[in-house]
C-alpha cells in the first residue's frame, strides 16, 4: 500500500507566477489536510477537504491560495502570484473515515513539496 | 501563550542514553495526544497515539500523558543513531479533526 504522495517534491517559481502542488492520499482514505512548515516553526494547519468538498479553510490566507479535491485525480493546493514569503515546505496528510471522527488524529503525513520563491 | 509549548533544543544525547521528550499545553479540552518523528527533509511519521491520560509503550518508546499539569512526554530507550530526527507532539480535542502542533524538539543521538 503506497502512502501519501505528494509532486513535485522541490519547485522553484518566479514572484508572481502560479505554484500547483499535487497530493494523492493513501488508498482507502477520504480526508485530506494541508500544511505549511516554515523554518523553526510547527506544522501550520490550512485546510481540511474531503472528496469534492472544502471542510475546513479556517488556516489558508484569504487571497492567493486555493484547494480541492476533486472525485477522480489528486487534492491540489493552488498558489497564485507567489511571493517570497511563500517558500516553504508544504504537508500534505490523509487520514481513514472511522465512525466517531477519532481517525483524525491519525494522519499519515507525504514527503512535502518544498517551494523556493525567487 | 501558545496552546503547545516545546523546546526546539537541540537535545544532544550519546547512543544509548534514555531521552525525555516534553510538550505543555494549555487547553484542557485536549483529549488526544500524538507524537510525530520529522527526518531532515521527509515528512512526519506518527510514532504514537494516545487518548486522555496514562502511559503507552511500544518498543522502545513510551508516551506519558498528565493531564492534570497539562504535560505530556516521550520516553525512547537504548537511544539509536538512527533515532536523529525532530519530534513534534500534537494534540487534539474531542470533536476536532485538526492537531496544534508544537515546534519540535531536534534530537541528535551521537554514537
Known amino acids: 500500500n503506497a502512502g501519501v504522495m505528494q509532486n513535485p517534491r522541490h519547485l522553484v517559481r518566479r514572484r508572481g507566477q502560479e505554484a500547483r502542488l499535487r497530493c494523492s492520499p493513501m488508498?482507502?482514505?477520504?480526508?485530506v489536510y494541508w500544511y505549511r512548515q516554515l523554518p523553526e516553526e510547527g506544522l501550520k494547519f490550512m485546510v481540511y477537504?474531503?472528496?469534492?468538498?472544502?471542510?475546513?479553510e479556517s488556516g489558508m490566507p484569504k487571497e492567493r491560495f486555493s484547494a480541492e479535491f476533486p472525485k477522480e485525480g489528486p487534492s491540489i493546493l493552488r498558489i497564485q502570484q507567489v511571493v517570497r514569503g511563500d517558500s516553504a515546505a508544504y504537508f500534505c496528510?490523509?487520514?481513514?473515515?472511522?465512525?466517531?471522527?477519532?481517525?483524525?488524529?491519525?494522519?499519515?503525513f507525504g514527503p512535502g513539496t518544498r517551494l523556493t520563491v525567487l | 501563550q501558545k496552546e503547545v509549548e516545546q523546546d526546539p533544543g537541540p537535545l544532544s544525547v550519546p547512543e544509548g542514553a534514555i531521552v525525555s521528550l516534553n510538550c505543555t499545553y494549555s487547553?484542557?479540552?485536549?483529549?488526544?495526544f500524538m507524537w510525530y518523528r520529522q527526518y531532515s527533509r521527509k515528512g512526519p511519521e506518527l510514532l504514537m497515539y494516545t487518548y486522555s491520560s496514562g502511559n503507552k509503550e511500544d518498543g522502545r518508546f513510551t508516551a506519558q500523558v498528565d493531564k492534570s499539569s497539562k504535560y505530556i512526554s516521550l520516553f525512547i530507550r537504548d537511544s539509536q543513531p538512527s533515532d536523529s530526527a525532530t519530534y513534534l507532539c500534537?494534540?487534539?480535542?474531542?470533536?476536532?479533526?485538526?492537531?496544534?502542533f508544537g515546534r519540535g524538539t531536534s534530537l541528535i543521538v551521537h554514537p
Open positions: 500534537a494534540m487534539a480535542s474531542g470533536g476536532s479533526y485538526i492537531p496544534t
Open positions: 488508498k482507502g482514505h477520504s480526508h
Open positions: 477537504l474531503q472528496k469534492e468538498n472544502i471542510i475546513d
Open positions: 487547553n484542557s479540552a485536549f483529549q488526544y
Open positions: 496528510a490523509s487520514s481513514p473515515w472511522k465512525a466517531g471522527g477519532s481517525s483524525h488524529n491519525e494522519q499519515f
